[in-house]
């Protein structure tokens, strides 16, 4: 299984930037991904989380801002990252909870990660 994060990038601040999160190999179903973010010096935070469903969860500092969206069928999530500011300067990290063919539990993975700096 493989998760690939892209879409990142350099922005001025007010820009925008959607990431893309797309998962390959033998999975059965996801159920869960969320997009996380690490600064330098900082702990990695969670941004942004979407069920299979299609429930969200967002971080307070990006609510209003960013979007988070699956498609199940391609087995991709994306986020849409609208008024940037440079404090949204991050490796952005995407993580799935997969339940693979002939596995009993989900597993846990994640993607290799995407630059987004955000320039004042």
């Known amino acids: 299984v493989q998760l690939q994060a892209s879409g990142g990038g350099l922005v001025q601040a007010g820009g925008s930037l959607r990431l893309s999160c797309a998962a390959s190999?033998?999975?059965?179903?996801?159920?869960?991904v969320g997009w996380y973010r690490q600064a330098p010096g900082k702990q990695r935070e969670l941004v942004a989380e979407i069920t299979r469903g299609g429930s969200t969860n967002y971080a307070d500092s990006v609510k209003g801002r960013f979007t988070i969206s699956n498609d199940n069928a391609k087995k991709m999530v994306y986020l849409q990252m609208n008024s940037l500011k440079p404090e949204d300067t991050a490796v952005y990290y995407c993580?799935?909870?997969?339940?693979?063919?002939?596995?009993?539990?989900?597993?846990?993975?994640w993607g290799q990660g995407t630059q987004v700096t955000v320039s004042s």
């Open positions: 993580n799935a909870e997969i339940n693979l063919y002939g596995s009993t539990w989900p597993e846990d993975y």
């Open positions: 190999g033998r999975i059965f179903s996801i159920n869960t």
